[in-house]
């Protein structure tokens, strides 16, 4: 290492990693000597980081929770995380716009002029969340999940009905909004939750076993709930059709669809939906000449849906 500080700083960043660092294995990461390791764990130590000495042949280090908030010291990718995540708060729907404003301001007014005038030039427009979810809402639902226990919440406007119960999941975020994940001890199903619809109820149950999901991941079951399945992130209804028109006006609004452009300026577009009728829809939309490739199934609720518009017209001359 060039320097102390980059070097203390790069000591800094290996001892974040949560496990144990044996004193010779810093000191080959840091091309440096283990009396050298030793030198600078002790200054940041009087830094205020907490760093824990592992007994043994080689020795070792563990960088401990502190009771007290020391320096921070970040390097340049982490200081541009950090500026573009706080700038982004606003869509992220919860509701704390102004603490991350004032701590971009704190972070910034502490960095090196070099760095300071590279997060400067990170700036742009945060569109912001419809939907808001109160950050002490966010709090009880997480350690809800994280301590497995009961989560007693009102939900909806409704205050009068019986307080729900949910053995909590996991807490997911999806386009703008805040799901908790869990299941309903009333329904005996799974079941999810907006948060900025929710009041949680202290104290919370009693702790339970967490159940298995009938999914991969509490990211894959939202996904697949939202397209009408609860194990995979897959539409129900897949079809595939040739449009009148070049891929370049189809690609901004295919969604999660493929789409293969063909050589007569036409495309292969293959796209899901709820229903076969739904897939007919997401077509039609392009409002231009298209062919239906298949499945049959596609091909059978074109047919019927041509006779239900054809019947439609005539009842109305």
């Known amino acids: 290492m060039a320097g102390s500080s980059s070097r203390m700083l790069a000591l800094l960043s290996l001892l974040q990693t949560p496990r144990d660092w044996p004193g010779s294995l810093l000191a080959e990461r840091l091309e440096v000597s283990p009396r050298t390791v030793r ?3 002790d200054r940041l130590r009087t830094l205020g980081y907490r760093i824990g000495a592992i007994k043994g042949p080689d020795g070792g280090y563990r960088l401990a929770a502190g ?7 970040f390097d340049d990718d982490q200081a541009v995380a950090i500026a573009i995540a706080l700038q982004t708060v606003p869509s992220s729907g919860i509701d704390i716009d102004e603490g991350a404003a004032r701590a971009l301001a704190t972070v910034r007014q502490v960095m090196p002029s070099r760095l300071r005038h590279r997060v400067d030039g990170i700036r742009f427009a945060d569109t912001a969340a419809e939907v808001r979810v109160e950050p002490a809402v966010l709090e009880a639902a997480s350690a809800a999940v994280r301590d ?3 989560l ?11 307080a729900r119960r ?3 999941h996991a807490v997911v975020a999806r386009e703008g909004r805040w799901y908790l994940l869990g299941w309903d001890l009333e329904a005996e199903d799974w079941r999810t939750f907006r948060l900025d619809r929710m009041q949680p109820r202290i104290p919370t149950g009693p702790t339970f076993t967490p159940r298995p999901l009938p999914a991969a991941d509490a990211r894959t079951y939202l996904a697949a709930r939202a397209k009408g399945s609860t194990t995979t992130d897959a539409w129900p209804c897949v079809g595939e059709v040739m449009i009148a028109l070049p891929a370049r006006d189809i690609a901004p609004w295919v969604g999660d669809g493929e789409l293969e452009e063909l050589t007569d300026g036409s495309c ?4 899901g939906a709820w229903s076969w009728t739904g897939v007919l829809a997401s077509v039609a939309r392009f409002d231009a000449a298209f062919t239906v490739v298949g ?3 596609l091909r059978e609720a074109a047919t019927a849906l041509a006779e239900r518009f054809a019947a ?3 009842s109305s001359s």
């Open 268 to 271: 292969r577009v293959t796209i």
């Open 312 to 314: 439609a017209c005539d």
């Open 148 to 150: 497995r226990q009961v």
């Open 166 to 168: 949910t053995e909590p």
């Open 39 to 41: 030198r600078d764990v």
């Open 295 to 297: 499945p049959p199934a």
């Open 152 to 162: 007693r919440f009102d939900y909806g406007r409704d205050h009068n009905r019986p």
């Open 67 to 73: 009771s007290e908030l020391p320096p921070l010291l």
